[in-house]
Each structure stands twice: as structure tokens, then as C-alpha cells.
């Protein structure tokens, strides 16, 4: 019987979503096949779709922030079972046997397999990923709300929790939107003491209500000057040239700038205060299996979720086009 996935795909750089069906063929021995019924809708999907990083192939089904219940077990499958609720991310498989995926880091694994690149992604009715990386999502997690966790939420809470965020951290999170609200209720959990750092003054209520301390605005300099030598950790968020030096500066000694959101200019910085106060720079993408099942546990426990705007799955290209305007507060979520 041949199975068909009906989604919505992309036939040229920077072209509308169609309606599109495929043959995914016979499904593999360490396969789930997945029946969606949410993928968030993340700023990766539309460089993907207008081709900016020149790696797209055409035509494809974007998406990979999915949540949906397995359908389908292949013959090697012992680790999920069909009608358990899973969600999926931005990786779909990875080789499983160099030193990265044998110490459980099998996002740096070199021949990792995105959900959306070189295969079609949760743009669709259905989907299909080696079980691994179908992770089981908590019963009080509401499938919405959990979608964006899978990229947006796993890119923030990975650096916090492998630089060793803690009760007696201080930490600053750089930009109040898809990422950085996710940021701010992840150091929360982790018991820091939070700053939120925007250059949208409005937001300052909403920041303080998503867990953090306090609120600075990046647009004043008097501002800036005085939270020189606060944060043991910055996580910058924004897809902005920043001041790069100020936030190096905001560091206290043995403090890190993580940056997980892509500036479109490369990052000048003085050695000298890095040097002196031995301080670093680091950058993190997504995270590990391992990581997106404790992510989902701890934001199951902690109460940690996307605020979305939900979208049918028919209405995508309405969604990516506000998307694109920066319109929507702050995850666009499609629905099945």
C-alpha cells in the first residue's frame, strides 16, 4: 500500500506554499512516522524558503517545530509507540555512532540530519524521523504552546543549562521576542537572578511578568554604563547588530556572551577585557535528545510556554508573511 503525506511546499526560492503530496516510500527499520497536529512556524523555515543560506532544494515541505502522535513503528523501533504524543525539532537524525552522538551531543554530529533540509518537513498531515529524535512531550504540556519549545525553546534553554546556570547566576538575556521570552521563563526556572535587556521600552511589563528582575533599555547609554560588570551569562537572542562591547562589559569576571541569534555583521570586540577579566565569547545552536526531554520536563514543571498565535495550516503563507513583518507576539503556530 503506498502511503501518501499530503503538505504545503515551496517550488522556487522565495516562492508562495502550494498544496504539494508525496510518496514517503517504505517506512525504515528505526523510523516513526508522525501524524501532526501543530508546527510553529520559525524564522529558519523562511531562510530556508527564499533560499539565504544556499542550501535549499525545491520543491520542499518546511517546518520543524512539530508536535503530533506516532502513527507508524519501524521493525527497530522499541524506544516510542503508536499514539504517544512526540514532538520533533530542527534535527531528524544523525549517524549514531561518531564520538558526538556516543557522548550524546549528536546535534554536532557532522552528517546531522535536519527535519526540513534535503527532506520534507511538518508543513503537512504527517512526517517522518528516526525514533530518537521524536521526543516524548509531557501530559500537561499543551501541544500549541510546546511547538515553538522544539526550536526556539531548545535554542535558549541548551546554553543556559550547559554553562551551568544557576540560583546564584546572574544573567541577562538580550531581545524580547521568540526567543528571548523563552529565555527570560527558562532562567527563571533555573533560579537566576534575571535582567531583560530590549530596546523596546513597552515591553518592560510584559518582560517582568515572564520572570524577570529587572529591565534595562538598550537605547540609553546611562543605562548600559550601569550594569557594566553585573551578568556571570548574556544570552543574546537578537538578529541585530548589537553593541557588542557594552554587553562584554556587562560581564563580571569568568562571565560568558552567548550569542544564539545571527547579526548580520561580524562581532568586533577589544581583547583586553576579555583577557582581564577572563571572560568568553560562545556561541550554542540547538541541543542534544537528551537535552529537548529534560527541556520538556522542566517546562512541564515549571509552567514554561511559547506565547503563540495560531494559525490553520492552509493559511501558512498569511502566517510567514506576518512572520516576515514581525507581527506576531511571538511564535506563529500552524494547526491541523
Known amino acids: 500500500m503506498n502511503v501518501e503525506i499530503h503538505g504545503l511546499a515551496v517550488h ?21 512516522e508522525v501524524k501532526i497536529s501543530h508546527c510553529g512556524i520559525c524564522h529558519s523555515d523562511i531562510h530556508l524558503i527564499d533560499n539565504d543560506w544556499g542550501i535549499s532544494k525545491y520543491p520542499f515541505v518546511p517546518g520543524h517545530e512539530i508536535v503530533g502522535t506516532v502513527s507508524a513503528v519501524g521493525s527497530a523501533v522499541k524506544d516510542r ?54 521526543i516524548p512531550v509531557p501530559e500537561g504540556l499543551e501541544s500549541e504552546t510546546v511547538a515553538p519549545l522544539l526550536c526556539a525553546g531548545i535554542t535558549v534553554y541548551s546554553p543556559l543549562r550547559n554553562h551551568g546556570v544557576r540560583p546564584s547566576s546572574r544573567v541577562g538575556v538580550v531581545g524580547i521576542g521568540g526567543l528571548g521570552h523563552l529565555g527570560l521563563q527558562f532562567a ?34 546611562a543605562d548600559l554604563k550601569k550594569i557594566a560588570g553585573s551578568f556571570d551569562f548574556v544570552l543574546s537572542t537578537v538578529s541585530a547588530d548589537q553593541d557588542w562591547q557594552a554587553l562584554v562589559n556587562s560581564l563580571r569576571p569568568k562571565g560568558t556572551l552567548c550569542v544564539v541569534g545571527v547579526p548580520p555583521s561580524p562581532i568586533s570586540l577589544q581583547a583586553f577585557p576579555l583577557i582581564g577579566g577572563q571572560k568568553s565569547v560562545a556561541g ?53
Not at 540530519?113 to 528516526?130: E, F, H
Not at 530596546?199 to 524577570?212: N, Q, Y
Not at 498565535?309 to 511564535?331: G, L, P, Q, T
Request: net charge positive.
Open 81 to 134: 509507540k503508536v499514539g504517544e504524543r512526540v514532538g520533533i525539532g530542527w534535527q531528524a537524525d544523525s549517524c549514531g555512532i561518531c564520538e558526538w552522538c556516543r557522548q550524546g551531543d549528536e546535534h554536532l554530529c557532522a552528517q546531522s540530519q535536519p527535519t526540513c533540509v534535503g527532506r520534507n518537513g511538518g508543513y503537512a498531515d504527517a512526517v517522518r524521523v528516526n525514533s530518537r529524535f521524536a
Open 12 to 32: 522556487a526560492a522565495g516562492a508562495q506554499l502550494v498544496p504539494y503530496r508525496y510518496e514517503p516510500g517504505e517506512l525504515k527499520a528505526n523510523e516513526v
Open 188 to 221: 527563571k526556572a533555573f533560579g537566576a537572578e534575571v535582567t531583560a535587556l530590549s530596546t523596546s521600552k513597552d515591553k518592560e511589563a510584559e518582560a517582568l511578568g515572564l520572570g524577570a528582575d529587572h529591565f534595562v533599555n538598550t537605547r540609553d547609554t
Open 284 to 336: 550554542s545552536p540547538i541541543g542534544s535528545p537528551r537535552d529537548l526531554h529534560e527541556m520538556l520536563d522542566v517546562a512541564s514543571r515549571h509552567g514554561v510556554k511559547a506565547i503563540t498565535e495560531r494559525f490553520a495550516m492552509a493559511k501558512a503563507n498569511e502566517a510567514i508573511a506576518k512572520v516576515k513583518k514581525s507581527k506576531v507576539r511571538y511564535r506563529a503556530v500552524l494547526a491541523n
